[in-house]
């Protein structure tokens, strides 16, 4: 049996079954949280984002190593660069098949194109480099909030699970690179 691109990004229906089940949820508490952490999500925080790593890399060294900020702060443009192009190569359009998944599905049919998620890519570039250098409660803090602002995208309806889920691989490799990189060309090596 040869499995298609597109059956792997259904994940064989759990992808449809994830996404409707975290978009039918409806509480007051719950869609406030869910719009917050949907909006904390979005690249256009990223500056945002970047001045706080940097200030408190400087502030607070022992929170957050200066090397991690640094990996953050430049790690943005190929993430991003890195996320268009791959949604070209891919080819795997959100499904429009989905819209009887209810009204939040619409979001996600008309807000883009698939995979991988810019929005959980920028959150998991953000544990990914800042995480290393610190202590163990804050980096458990960063993963959980990359994690649940993840969940929060698929929750609003404007991600599916598996749009998430090549943000996060993919975030995750960028920092790693960039960190072997700035490694290999830092003080002290030869």
């Known amino acids: ?3 298609s691109a597109t059956q792997f990004y259904h994940w064989f229906g759990l992808n449809r079954i994830l996404f409707r089940w975290l978009s039918d ?3 007051p508490a719950w869609d406030a949280g869910v719009a917050a952490l ?3 999500a979005d690249p256009i925080q990223f500056p945002w984002y970047v001045l706080g ?3 408190t890399a400087y502030l607070l060294p022992r929170l957050i190593a200066p090397g991690d900020a640094i990996t953050f ?3 943005f443009a190929p993430l991003m660069l890195a996320t268009a192009h791959l949604r070209a190569i891919i080819g795997l359009p959100r499904m429009a098949d989905w ?3 209810g009204w939040r599905a619409a979001n996600a049919v008309k ?3 698939g995979v991988p998620s810019s929005s959980a890519a920028l959150v998991f570039l953000f544990a990914a480099s800042l995480s290393p250098g610190m202590p163990p409660p804050a980096r ?4 959980l909030f990359a994690v649940l602002a993840g969940t929060a995208r698929v929750a609003g309806g404007h991600a599916f699970p598996a749009d998430v889920a090549g943000g996060a691989l993919l975030a995750v490799a960028v920092a790693w690179i960039l960190r072997a990189l700035l490694r290999a060309i830092g003080p002290g090596s030869s």
Do not use: K, N, T
């Open 99 to 101: 819209a009887d998944a």
């Open 38 to 40: 949907s909006r904390a």
């Open 140 to 143: 458990i803090g960063v993963w």
């Open 73 to 75: 702060a430049i790690g």
């Open 1 to 3: 049996m040869e499995i």
């Open 25 to 27: 949820i409806h509480a």
């Open 53 to 55: 790593a940097l200030l």
């Open 111 to 113: 807000a883009g194109d």
